[in-house]
């Protein structure tokens, strides 16, 4: 069955970067049509899309965050890593990775509902 | 980038009665060549990640119960609990996949009455 768990620091002080690390099981991300994609939630509010990979490594990104984030994959040891510079406060949350295919549109979508998430990990901005 | 707005943000509903959520997107999430609505709702209980209910607008994900339903076209879609359990007691997402930057609705908040 397909999981995905991410992993990094539970606290980061304003400025520095963020590396957090998605490592999963059950599928493959060089199988065609294959995504992972990075979600984020401040404490209490809503659903924020950050960036995604594909198999092929086409990457796309929040353009608001654009600047900030980096999406890398390692094929080999099935993880995504997202990386953001600049870390603030008003970035404190849970980051969430989760997976998407186009197999689950019959091929008939750019961009697949993410339909597996991991269980997500706080991240909190403080000095 | 479409902007995707929820209302109401919260509503309590008593046990067995209808909570219907509305969903409006600022352009059309309607794909003319499939004649597809490339939207999503997803169901996020206290402390867990969100989970697929419902995806293509109104197409159930496999497990989901059938009191759930997802209806609308174009800008315009509907979540359904046909009969609100209190095992629905969550926080309910709407997204679009048309297009990226994907986006998420601000959500709205079910509970019991």
């Known amino acids: 069955q397909i999981t995905l768990k991410e992993s990094g620091p539970t606290l980061v002080k304003p400025t520095q970067t963020l590396t957090l690390t998605c490592t999963f099981s059950?599928?493959?991300?060089?199988?065609?049509?294959?995504?992972v994609g990075w979600i984020r939630q401040p404490p209490g509010k809503a659903l924020e899309w950050l960036a995604l990979i594909y198999w092929d490594d086409d990457k796309r990104y929040s353009p608001s965050l654009k600047s900030r984030l980096t999406i890398t994959k390692d094929t080999s040891k099935n993880q995504v890593v997202l990386t953001m510079t600049n870390m603030d406060p008003v970035d404190t949350g849970t980051y969430y990775c989760a997976h998407s295919a186009s197999a689950f549109c019959g091929g008939d979508c750019s961009y697949p509902p993410l339909d597996y998430w991991g269980q997500g990990t706080l991240v909190t901005v403080s000095s | 980038d479409i902007v995707m707005t929820q209302s109401p943000d919260s509503l309590a509903v008593s046990l067995g009665e209808r909570a219907t959520i509305n969903c409006k997107s600022s352009?059309?999430?309607?794909?003319?060549?499939?004649?597809?609505?490339?939207l999503t709702w997803y169901q996020q209980k206290p402390g867990q990640p969100p989970k697929l209910l419902i995806y293509w607008a109104s197409t159930r994900e496999s497990g989901v119960p059938d009191r759930f339903s997802g209806s609308g076209s174009g800008t315009d879609f509907t979540l359904t609990i046909s009969s609100l359990q209190a095992e629905d007691v969550a926080v309910y997402y709407c997204q679009q996949y048309y297009t990226t930057p994907l986006t998420f609705g601000g959500g709205t908040k079910v509970e019991i009455k």
């Open positions: 059950g599928f493959s991300l060089s199988t065609s049509g294959v995504g």
């Open positions: 352009q059309s999430v309607l794909y003319s060549s499939n004649n597809k609505n490339y």
